[in-house]
């Protein structure tokens, strides 16, 4: 019973320490935008978009789900440290985005063990984590196009270049998954769709 208290008083500390700087961080924070959103809003959004996507291609498919949810609740744990970076500068060269990488990589080490273990679960090394992986960042790739979208709606032009860049993104995602793979294939509608709603909101 005593190792169970100390194991649920360390687990208290992780989940109310510092992982509540989520609620802190602004994505979007070097752009002029309307409406702010958190990385805390966003982790939600994610996580319902890839539940969403999960079961509409996988309808019959429910042994994943937790894998996914996880996934998507922590993909971008680390930016209540980090801070968030704006896609256009974070892959603006591999040189760049390597050393982001490795550092955000330190930064996990150093956490909490409780947070590490669920950083740990999106290590698989198989077929099904590929799919997580992959549809985690068609959710991910959703929740923008959702906010990028309102933002256009708003009349907010401030945003030009960067919703042009992602509809250039989503068509570069669409052309590079792997038809011949049914689950990736149908990523790679997902992002299509999303490229030509885009497209037709910019016009």
Not at 42 to 47: P, S
Not at 180 to 189: D, K, Y
């Amino acid at each position: 019973m005593e190792n169970s208290s100390q194991k649920l008083q360390s687990m208290f500390s992780a989940a109310t320490g510092d992982v509540r700087r989520l609620d802190d961080v602004i994505r979007f924070s070097s752009i002029p935008v309307v409406v702010h959103e958190l990385v805390s809003t966003h982790q939600y959004w994610v996580g319902l978009y890839a539940a969403l996507i999960h079961s509409s291609i996988r309808p019959d498919d429910s042994h994943l789900l937790g894998r996914i949810m996880v996934k998507a609740a922590t993909h971008d744990l680390i930016e209540g440290w980090t801070g968030d970076f704006v896609r256009t500068f974070k892959y603006s060269s591999e040189k760049l985005r390597s050393a982001i990488s490795e550092a955000e990589d330190d930064l996990i080490a150093s956490l909490p063990e409780e947070l590490r273990n669920l950083y740990s679960q999106g290590e698989e090394n198989d077929e099904d984590q590929a799919y997580v992986d992959a549809l985690v960042k068609a959710a991910d790739f959703m929740a923008l196009h959702q906010y990028m979208t309102r933002e256009w709606m708003r009349g907010n032009r401030s945003i030009q270049v960067f919703f042009d860049r992602m509809i250039s993104d989503l068509r570069k995602m669409q052309q590079s998954l792997d038809g011949r793979i049914p689950c990736m294939a149908s990523l790679a509608v997902l992002y299509g769709i999303m490229a030509d709603e885009a497209r037709n909101v910019r016009i």
